[in-house]
């Protein structure tokens, strides 16, 4: 009779104790009115590994009180281990935290919150503890993203990046605090602490996030250039650029990218730097097969009766009710082409161009057709003195 009556005692403790563990509704003064808010709820479910303890209050805080043992979040099934983390109180938001070091195993947990005094100003009110349990969703964090990604930002303004946590229930959640950005080139790209990316000069480099041991994978940042709202590709490498014919067209729009930064860094002028593109584009097709002259003749003839009837005095413009002209006694091609043919391979290849046509008789198109031949479209330019 004794052996059954000590065993039904160890059975009933047993019991006792798994189901007082078991219980997700046990709290104690989870409802007081200095609270404003709680998270995790009490008795929550479902909640993800990367979350942080946090208190709201409608008072102040003696932040004297507010010592590492003030909260204390333990694990109550699988491991019972208490959550190594870091407390903070943060007195402009009466928000006192408690941020676990890693993430938070699937299980119970139950929070316990030391009885704190109010400051002076709120002398009257009383805190009293707080208990209450949560539990943590059965998912794992696989990976972290940076957001944006590519990270494109031009040259002197920023971007706010964001890091999100990527699931084994292939849900992604956004990480708002504790993210540490790293750029591998701070004199390009250069990140604060609130994750703002300040772009200090064109460039590439890269970034990660780390948040609680994950690393993210790389994301490819560009600071680039912008004249008059326009975007100019990035600056290319010369070896590779001058290693062939056509070069390096990034974005592209038909002309070299070293051509089209020429023509944006060098003129002011929205009518300049129209018809100087219209002529990069047509000298990029010439030189490709120059035994077609014939063929793609037309494309210079353009480009010549474009610029021709642009050239005029101010006077002359201002009768044409034309809010732009380009000078009449220029050499406009002479000013491109040392850019444009700066190889020994484009300057042959636009002399057999030359020597294709060279002889032979070509008819001209009438004046009035003149700004019909240009391939842009000037009602969209803001005029410059």
Request: with cysteine; hydrophobic share 35%.
């Amino acid at each position: 009779m004794k052996h059954f009556l000590a065993l039904l005692f160890l059975v009933t403790n047993f019991l006792a104790l798994h189901g007082a563990n078991n219980d997700l509704d046990k709290s104690k003064h989870t409802v007081q009115d200095t609270i404003v808010s709680l998270f995790p709820a009490p008795a929550q479910s479902g909640v993800y590994p990367d979350a942080d303890v946090e208190i709201v209050f409608s008072v102040g805080l003696d932040e004297k009180q507010v010592k590492p043992n003030v909260m204390r979040l333990r694990q109550i099934d699988g491991k019972k281990l208490n959550v190594k983390g870091t407390v903070s109180y943060l007195a402009n938001e009466k928000r006192l935290r408690f941020v676990p070091a890693g993430f938070l195993e699937p299980g119970m947990y139950e929070l316990d919150v030391m009885a704190v005094n109010a400051t002076k100003e709120f002398q009257q009110r009383q805190i009293k503890n707080i208990t209450y349990r949560f539990s943590v969703a059965n998912v794992h964090p696989l990976s972290l993203k940076v957001k944006p990604s590519p990270i494109e930002v031009k040259e002197g303004t920023s971007v706010d990046l964001k890091t999100s946590i990527v699931y084994d229930d292939s849900s992604e959640r956004i990480v708002k605090e504790n993210v540490v950005y790293t750029s591998a080139d701070t004199s390009i790209l250069n990140i604060e602490t609130n994750a703002t990316a300040t772009a200090l000069k064109e460039g590439t480099t890269m970034v990660t996030s780390t948040y609680k041991g994950l690393i993210s994978p790389t994301a490819d940042a560009i600071v680039y250039l912008e004249i008059d709202g326009y975007r100019l590709p990035p600056e290319p490498d010369r070896a590779v650029n001058n290693s062939t014919l056509l070069g390096i067209d990034s974005n592209n729009n038909g002309v070299r990218d070293d051509v089209e930064r020429w023509i944006y860094m060098t003129y002011e002028k929205p009518i300049e730097r129209a018809v100087f593109m219209q002529s990069a584009r047509a000298y990029q097709i010439v030189i490709q097969e120059p035994e077609k002259a014939l063929e793609t003749m037309h494309l210079l003839d353009d480009v010549s009766d474009c610029r021709s009837y642009w050239r005029m005095s101010e006077e002359e413009a201002i009768s044409k009710g034309e809010p732009f002209w380009l000078e009449e006694y220029r050499d406009y091609p002479k000013e491109i082409y040392p850019i444009q043919f700066n190889t020994g391979e484009r300057f042959i290849a636009h002399e057999k161009y030359n020597q294709t046509l060279s002889g032979g008789t070509y008819s001209s198109s009438n004046l009035e057709d003149w700004k019909s031949k240009c391939d842009f479209n000037t009602s969209t330019f803001i005029k410059v003195p």
